[in-house]
């Protein structure tokens, strides 16, 4: 099992002296980040109340590539860059926003959590990191390489219990990084952090050439998680102390092809099938041993979304546009749909 570790106060953690720390103004109010404990039953941007008047769509600077999209405890969105690993944040209720951290040529921002002390957890892609960024300043506190091997892909990442754990899709690993401890990082310069790597097996089935684990959440239950694999389109409930996967049956749906992000709220689940332009909405069993389609949303703003967050009654989507050209000029766009 996952050994507890200490998590010091964030004022203990960003006084650690991160080294390359980029101090960015922001522009709009300080943000709480959201709340993502060993407690899973309250989701990430659960606020209740309708969101009725505010915007559904979102402009994003041309070529900005968005793929990987969280909201914490306050109105505030924020969404990565594959372009060039910058992250921007955006006031839900007015729609306006700004760059919160530039990124780095050679870098990507791709899946994005926001932990509920403002730490800010990114999914680095190809590069095979791990990034933590405070998200009221922008600055950089440190990245961890989780892997050197070619042609990996970090993909996604969930906050649960004293780690972020985030998927590899070009391998059948998880790798969890300890929350709320800098340590270890190229940027920090401070102790070696423990960042455990939890190899997949049982059910698990890796497939050559394609992405595989991709989105990510926990259980209801906060003791293990579940992952979707991209290709051919399955889902997965992973055990946190070993490691074995154990595939979900489907009812009503033959797979989850195109599989992306995921959000859970309770026993539903919400899978982004990317390149299909919709959201399959799945009624798990109590032992998340199987899933049930209740239904399936979309929308004609859809335009190969990845992955989502949710506030309130509605699921935030960004557009990545895959099948269009993936140029400086090519218009981005995020969009929000009824729960």
């Given at each position: 099992m996952t050994r507890n570790h200490p998590r010091p106060s964030r004022r203990t953690i960003l006084g650690g002296g991160a080294a390359a720390a980029l101090a960015l103004?922001?522009?709009?109010?300080?943000?709480?980040a959201a709340a993502a404990s060993a407690t899973p039953a309250a989701p990430t941007g659960s606020a209740t109340g309708p969101a009725t008047g505010w915007p559904t769509e979102f402009p994003l600077p041309d070529g900005f590539l968005p793929e990987g999209i969280t909201i914490g405890a306050r109105p505030y969105v924020y969404m990565g860059s594959r372009a060039n690993g910058a992250?921007?944040?955006?006031?839900?209720?007015?729609?306006?926003g700004g760059t919160i951290y530039a990124g780095a040529p050679g870098t990507a921002a791709v899946g994005l959590k926001v932990d509920h002390d403002g730490l800010l957890y990114i999914a680095g892609g190809?590069?095979?990191?791990?990034?933590?960024?405070?998200?009221?300043?922008?600055?950089?506190?440190?990245?961890y390489q989780l892997t050197d091997s070619a042609g990996c892909f970090v993909n996604d990442v969930i906050l649960l219990g004293d780690r972020a754990w985030f998927t590899d899709s070009r391998d059948s690993v998880l790798h969890g990084v300890p929350r709320g401890s800098q340590g270890g990082g190229r940027e920090s310069g401070g102790r070696q952090g423990e960042v455990r790597r939890l190899p997949l097996s049982g059910d698990w089935?890796?497939?050559p050439d394609v992405h595989n684990a991709n989105g990510i959440v926990a259980t209801p239950d906060g003791r293990g998680l579940i992952v979707v694999?991209?290709?051919?389109g399955r889902l997965y409930?992973?055990?946190l102390g070993t490691g074995h996967a154990t595939e979900l049956a489907l009812h009503g749906a033959d797979d989850v092809?195109?599989?992306?992000?995921?959000v859970r709220v309770g026993r539903t689940l919400y899978v982004v099938q990317n390149r299909l332009n919709l959201i399959s909405v799945f009624a798990l069993d109590r032992a998340v041993r199987s899933a049930t389609l209740r239904r399936t949303i979309t929308d004609p703003r859809f335009d190969v979304p990845t992955t989502a967050a949710r506030w309130r009654d509605r699921l935030y989507l960004v557009n990545a546009r895959f099948t269009?050209?993936?140029?400086?000029?090519?218009?981005?766009?995020?969009?929000?749909?009824?729960?």
């Open positions: 103004a922001v522009g709009t109010a300080p943000t709480a992250v921007r944040r955006t006031d839900l209720r007015t729609g306006e190809a590069g095979g990191t791990a990034t933590v960024v405070d998200s009221r300043t922008g600055r950089l506190l440190t990245t089935v890796q497939t694999s991209s290709v051919p409930h992973v055990d092809a195109n599989g992306d992000g995921l269009s050209p993936q140029t400086p000029e090519t218009t981005f766009n995020a969009v929000a749909v009824p729960l």
